[in-house]
């Protein structure tokens, strides 16, 4: 059996239950046998001063998986000194796991930016990509620069995924989004108000222990 290992890349700054939620549903449709998160280092896209500390990232990130056994944390981006960019990572975790197939894990918001990222038309050599979207939008993808380049690669069902010898497969999957956003707990957090049910409560703990997002 093919083993197949999905990779959710993000600034986790913080992570919350949007993420573990989406993962897991992808873990599930898609027969993972693992999850990595993988934190980014520094953000070629974030602006500095919003973006917490990369070992802070890191312990919130670990902190909320710790009780899914089929997640793990991916250190690789965030322990590289200079900016990592998503095709070299998924390069470096196929050495790791010659025999696994990747799946690459984003939200839409991540695919409506993705040509602006670089070596993307190469992502598809490397790693199933799928767009995890709210039920409903399953059409946004179409209006994307990235979207329509990998419209040829495009497949209807999570069954349908299949390594070629020249690529992989371009899935669009529903999941349940929770309308939750790292942005919202910032804010949150900033105006001293509380983020409890909106990720673990451990991460909630560490944010205020280390007064994070504070002024
Ligand atoms: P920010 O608000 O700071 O932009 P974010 O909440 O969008 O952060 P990221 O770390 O930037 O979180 O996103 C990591 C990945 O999780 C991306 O692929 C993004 O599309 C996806 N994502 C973000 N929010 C949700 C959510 N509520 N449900 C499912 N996936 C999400």
Redesign the pocket.
Known sequence: MTVRIGI??????P?????L???LEAREILGLTRVLFL??GRHPF?REE?LAATHHRLAMTRLAIAHEPGFDLCRLEADQEQTAYTSETLAAIGCRYPDAELVF??????LAEMHLWKDWQRLIALAHLVV?V?PGFQGAWATTDAGRHFASRRVERPEELQRQTDGHGFLVQP????????????ARALAGRSLRYLTPEAVVAYIDAHQLYRP
Do not use: Q, Y
Request: charged content about 20%; proline content about 5%.
């Open positions: 959710f890349g993000g600034t986790f700054n992570p919350h239950f949007g993420h939620r989406s993962a934190p980014a974030k919003v894990l984003f939200g839409a918001d991540l995890l709210r999941v349940t989004m929770l309308d939750i956003s790292a942005t919202d707990l910032r």
